[in-house]
């Protein structure tokens, strides 16, 4: 039997959790623990809010791991399969391509630092990592959140990675921490050596 605290506390709970769509001035937008996120950050496609920025880094021959619907024009896209996924890129040497891009993919994965470490290895010199993330402060995109629920494993910030880039060889050559329109933030890092695309 439910003791009433008990049963009140649940109550809050779900009623703090819960997601409400609202129209402010004919936009659409989602409430959630007081905070309001554009109807469009809940259709997928976040690679549209980066798109153009990416393509200035990630030219020649290169992957969109975790592209799913929409990949980054020109890469090869990289799905969870057996034979290449985000762990297992066995089909492509180290050191042979000019990008890995990769947006909003990182978070869905236990091992990230693996991932990252590998993706590092595939690059040759001069080579780019392209990586689009969600930011912090979007609450519903947290691990647990009712968008994600546990299908994002982590909270991906630009020190943490950027952190992780540096420790697997890679020069941070851009970031956009803050915030986007997309709730997002990117991180463009470069493998020394080589010659660069940007």
């Given at each position: ?10 109550l809050l709970a779900a009623w703090r959790d819960r997601v409400t769509?609202?129209?402010?001035d004919g936009a659409k937008f989602y409430r959630y623990r007081g ?124 020190e943490a990675v950027s952190h992780l880039l540096e420790v697997n ?30």
């Amino acid at each position: 039997m439910l003791r009433p605290r008990a049963a009140l506390a649940g109550l809050l709970a779900a009623w703090r959790d819960r997601v409400t769509l609202v129209e402010i001035d004919g936009a659409k937008f989602y409430r959630y623990r007081g905070g309001l996120y554009p109807e469009r950050l809940n259709k997928g496609e976040a690679v549209a809010g980066i798109r153009e920025k990416a393509l200035q880094y990630c030219v020649g021959r290169g992957l969109d791991v975790g592209a799913g619907s929409w990949p980054l024009p020109g890469a090869i896209p990289v799905q969870e399969e057996a034979g290449r996924n985000a762990y297992n890129l066995d089909e492509f040497a180290d050191g042979s391509l000019d990008f890995v891009f990769s947006s909003h993919c990182l978070e869905h994965l236990e091992r990230w630092p693996e991932a990252l470490a590998l993706w590092s290895r595939k690059l040759k010199p001069g080579g780019v990592m392209f990586l689009y993330l969600p930011h912090e402060s979007m609450r519903l995109w947290r691990p647990g959140a009712p968008w994600v629920k546990g299908h994002h494993k982590w909270i991906p910030t630009a020190e943490a990675v950027s952190h992780l880039l540096e420790v697997n060889g890679l020069d941070i050559a851009e970031r956009g921490p803050e915030r986007d329109e997309w709730w997002s933030f990117y991180l463009a890092a470069r493998k020394p050596g080589g010659s660069a695309n940007v």
